[in-house]
Nanobody
Framework: QVQLVESGGGVVQAGGSLRLSCASSGRTFSNFAMGWFRQAPGKEREFVAAISASGITTYYADSVKGRFTISRDNAKNTMYLQMNSLKPEDTAVYYC????????????????WGQGTQVTVSS
């Protein structure tokens, strides 16, 4: 079993930055590929970014490419999402997720989920 806890959400003006964290406990963190997803009110949960277990490979949704950076520190059992140049359309609850083996961009491929952290970007 893997427990995931997100933190770092908040309210920020458009153009601002936030850094989200996802702390993991339970199974060996470095065995899991990790991902960030988000869900806005009335919309489906969508993929944001993913990172391989080693941290070498990353993958981003087109909507965040060039603005968001995913990273991880396996020694600290923590994953991060640095979000820059935030836009009102980035407003959502952000979730971290974990899966064994290679990274993936579809939510059904992930086995473990956090409870989410709210990010609100005001215009």
């Amino acid at each position: 079993q893997v427990q995931l806890v997100e933190s770092g959400g908040g309210v920020v003006q458009a153009g601002g930055s936030l850094r989200l964290s996802c702390a993991s406990s339970g199974r060996t963190f470095s065995n899991f590929a990790m991902g960030w997803f988000r869900q806005a009110p009335g919309k489906e949960r969508e993929f944001v970014a993913a990172i391989s277990a080693s941290g070498i490979t990353t993958y981003y949704a087109d909507s965040v490419k060039g603005r968001f950076t995913i990273s991880r520190d396996n020694a600290k059992n923590t994953m991060y999402l640095q979000m820059n140049s935030l836009k009102p359309e980035d407003t959502a609850v952000y979730y971290c997720a974990a899966r064994r083996h290679s990274l993936a961009s579809t939510k059904v491929d992930y086995d473990y989920w956090g409870q989410g952290t709210q990010v609100t970007v005001s215009s």
